[in-house]
């Protein structure tokens, strides 16, 4: 039986043989990656090659095999020179394939060119300040775990919440793997370690993940995944605190008008709620409420609280006294801006101190 290496060779030779005789031209490189670049070798290790094709007639080149007498499977794929560019736009971890195949044939020189610019990209992404574009990037990958948790919460049996838990754990994976600006550069059976060895990432992430891949029952799954998913929010929402600017201050210019505001869209819609006995009404107008202080407090330095804390579905009349307990508190970062809420005794009153621009405005 030929040696792993012997092996490797003579299927790289064969795709060179059938590109002379069947699509002359159309491969611009060959590389190799993953374990037998790294070195990272077990008897069983299969071939992973970069194929970089010119056109669309490389495609015929593709193939996937089972040679029995090694016990080991092929899949020969290749790579459009659009593909590679977007892996150099590091949208994604998996990018090892870009950034360390060993070139073990090349038709011309200025592939390798190319070959070299794409890889300079991604390496300039990774390497340049952390800025809030790259959280984006690793929080839209986050966003992508989300859902597949909130599919394995609503999952009413094992075997289905296991299929969106292993989403989940592949885009948080991925979603941390961004958060440093790394990529992977082993197998997943070496994922662990690359995991360790991330600087933002919840403690215990590792013993985390392999406590959802050893849950036996549908709540073990579920209530382990939901601890994961919590440390990931945790951990993301600090590198988003660590990035955010100074909060400007609460003034007149920050706040004008904010209060009236809040008074005129939900002030009556509670009002009513209490009257018809519309709990959807009243959840709903405090969840707006919480929004807009949500909103202002995300920019404006402001004392802020749960809107929705003031809901009690056993009783609206507390209900309603709890949002006017809300409005009144914000009403101090008024008092604190020197700000007067523009009230007027009747609208003759406000039209004329609107038409003569005295204090309505």
Not at 129 to 136: G, Q, R, S, V
Not at 187 to 211: F, N, S, T, W
Not at 234 to 253: G, Q, S, T, V
């Amino acid at each position: 039986m030929d040696t792993q290496e012997v092996r490797n060779q003579k299927i790289i030779n064969a795709v060179l043989e059938k590109e002379r005789s069947l699509c002359p031209g159309a491969v611009a490189l060959i590389g190799v990656y993953g374990s037998f670049q790294t070195g990272d070798v077990h008897p069983l290790s299969d071939l992973d090659l970069l194929i970089l094709i010119n056109d669309d007639r490389g495609w015929a080149l593709q193939t996937a095999f089972i040679l029995d007498d090694a016990g080991v499977g092929y899949d020969i794929y290749c790579t459009g020179w659009d593909s590679l560019r977007r892996d150099a736009e590091y949208t994604h971890p998996h990018i090892s394939k870009l950034m360390d195949a060993s070139i073990v044939y090349c038709a011309d020189e200025k592939y390798l060119f190319e070959l070299e610019a794409l890889r300079d990209q991604a390496k300039r992404l990774m390497d340049a300040p952390f800025a809030e574009a790259d959280l984006k990037r690793a929080e839209d990958t986050l966003k992508e775990a989300r859902l597949c948790y909130a599919q394995a919460m609503a999952s009413g049996s094992l075997p289905e919440a296991r299929v969106q838990a292993g989403g989940a754990l592949y885009c948080a994976e991925d979603s941390l793997a961004l958060l440093n600006r790394t990529y992977y550069r082993k197998g997943v059976h070496r994922r662990y370690e690359e995991l360790a060895a991330l600087q933002k990432r919840p403690a215990d992430l590792c013993g985390m993940i392999e406590g959802v891949v050893t849950a036996k029952t549908l709540k073990e799954l579920k209530d382990r995944l939901t601890l994961l998913m919590k440390a990931l929010s945790a951990c993301f929402d600090a590198e988003r605190l660590a990035l955010k600017p100074r909060k400007k201050p609460a003034d007149k210019d920050a706040l004008r008008g904010t209060y009236e505001e809040m008074f005129s869209n939900w002030h009556g819609k509670m009002h009513l709620a209490l009257q018809t006995g519309d709990r959807h009404l009243a959840f709903m107008t405090l969840e707006s409420l919480h929004q807009m202080l949500a909103d202002i407090g995300e920019e404006t330095d402001i004392q802020t609280c749960s809107a929705l804390s003031a809901y009690d579905p056993c009783s609206l009349e507390r209900t309603l006294e709890a949002f006017d307990a809300v409005l009144n508190a914000y009403l101090k970062e008024y008092e604190k801006a020197s700000l007067k809420v523009n009230r007027f005794d009747s609208a003759d009153d406000f039209t004329r101190a609107y038409l003569s621009g005295d204090g309505a405005g």
